[in-house]
């Protein structure tokens, strides 16, 4: 696809409920991040995949987030037992490639999730 | 700790009005600056990034002035129109770019 795709791109829960959020990313682009938008304010890290490897995920605020990207292309962030805290939008965005020579590649980023949570 | 400061919260300018939207940040190893526009429902689109070799950077209407020493930069939008009303983020990076810190955001209005 032409961009970044996000699926749902609204998610109703009730507090307790398992939920899966999935992420399309531009084709060919190795790099994958997860953020968290909370309302008013800006995202917030979560995540990074290089191909199917999660080389940080030092901003999952608890061991209820998890995230995979088994193939190294479309990525599932998955949170269980939601709590009403958890929502949020949830931004997905991919990169050529992170890290080499140190250049930044830049990040395109879909059009989120919103997850609200009851 | 929030990593990059943004100021204003909101701005209402004129058509035509030049805003600036300002930050500031504190960890000296951050080396890429991108702003990015988002509009409500939408995810946040790059407009335009600096490093911290250049002062200033111009595309189209606009302009990220960088000053280095006070690290402190600017967005600034030539000739504004009601289609600029959005929401702006600015954001910093550590070359490795594994994550974006990103100010709080700017709700910008440009009143027709």
């Known amino acids: 696809g032409a961009g970044v795709s996000q699926s749902p791109r609204y998610k109703v829960a009730k507090r307790g409920q398992d939920v899966a959020l999935r992420c399309d990313p531009i084709?060919?682009?190795?790099?994958l991040f997860w953020y968290q938008q909370a309302l008013g304010q800006g995202p917030e890290f979560l995540t990074y995949?290089?191909?199917?490897?999660?080389?940080?995920k030092s901003g999952l605020p608890s061991d209820r987030f998890f995230a995979e990207r088994p193939e190294g292309s479309v990525s599932t962030l998955k949170i269980q037992r939601t709590q009403q805290e958890d929502s949020a939008v949830y931004l997905c965005?991919?990169?050529?490639?992170?890290?080499?020579?140190?250049?930044?590649?830049?990040?395109?980023f879909g059009p989120g999730t919103r997850l609200t949570v009851t | 700790q929030q990593q990059v400061k943004q100021s204003p919260q909101s701005l209402i300018v004129q058509k035509g009005g030049i805003p600036i939207i300002n930050c500031a940040y504190e960890?000296?190893?951050?080396?890429?600056f991108p702003w990015y526009q988002q509009f409500p429902g939408k995810g946040p689109a790059l407009l335009i990034a600096?490093?911290?070799?250049?002062s200033e950077k111009k595309e189209g209407r606009f302009t990220i002035s960088f000053n280095k020493s006070a690290k402190q930069f600017s967005l600034h939008i030539m000739d504004s129109q009601p289609g600029d009303s959005a929401t702006y983020f600015c954001?910093?990076?550590?070359?490795?770019?594994?994550?974006?810190?990103f100010g709080t955001g700017t709700s910008l209005t440009v009143i027709p």
């Open positions: 965005a991919s990169s050529r490639l992170t890290g080499t020579g140190g250049l930044v590649h830049e990040q395109y």
């Open positions: 084709s060919g682009h190795v790099s």
């Open positions: 995949f290089q191909n199917e490897a999660q080389l940080d």
């Open positions: 960890n000296t190893a951050f080396d890429y």
């Open positions: 600096i490093r911290p070799d250049v």
């Open positions: 954001a910093a990076s550590l070359n490795t770019g594994n994550q974006f810190y």
